[in-house]
């Protein structure tokens, strides 16, 4: 049987990923593609993970698990995000709320523009969806310049959510991403310098 088909039996053994196991499963799994989108950037490559189902459904637990108390909604950035928090959401029995690039959404939506090292950004969501007062978590897979992520958490806060923490699956710690959200909980399962 191919990995990550359950076959209904209970004689099956299955390894738990935790901890440093995790950890290092992660590392082996994420690829690193040179020189894309463009030259000079590594991009963290997550395929692979999430084609692994086991090491994915730790990745899922494991972020559930670390965060600062009860939550409302799971909000997930564009397009990797999603990935993430809709699970890491089901997870803690809160609801996804997704974060989309501009004109992505249909009408009426609360946006941010926001500065990128090579143009500008905007994110949108429904206001309509983010009750006053709800506690929030954002995920992403990867916290690099913070950008995207430091919008992310300015519009729910002006759409009246509580941003209760920030969570990645890794921090590329050689970039600004976490001075950027300096004084908000910031967690990541992997760090990489």
Known sequence: MSAGRHSGTTEETTVELTGEALVARI???VRDVPD?????????DITPLLADGAAFQAVVKEMAARVPGPVDLVAGMEARGFILAAPVALELGAGFLPVRKAGKLPGPTARRDYELEYGAATVELHPFT???????????????????AAATVEL??????EVVGLSFLMDLTFLPG???????????LLEVG
């Open 156 to 161: 729910l806060e002006e759409c009246g959510a």
């Open 178 to 188: 976490r001075s950027r959200l300096a004084g908000r909980p910031v967690d990541a």
């Open 36 to 44: 894309y989108p463009t030259a000079g950037v590594v991009f963290k």
């Open 130 to 148: 983010v009750p006053k007062g709800a506690r929030v978590l954002v995920v992403d897979d990867v916290l690099a310049t913070g950008g995207t």
């Open 27 to 29: 590392d082996e799994l």
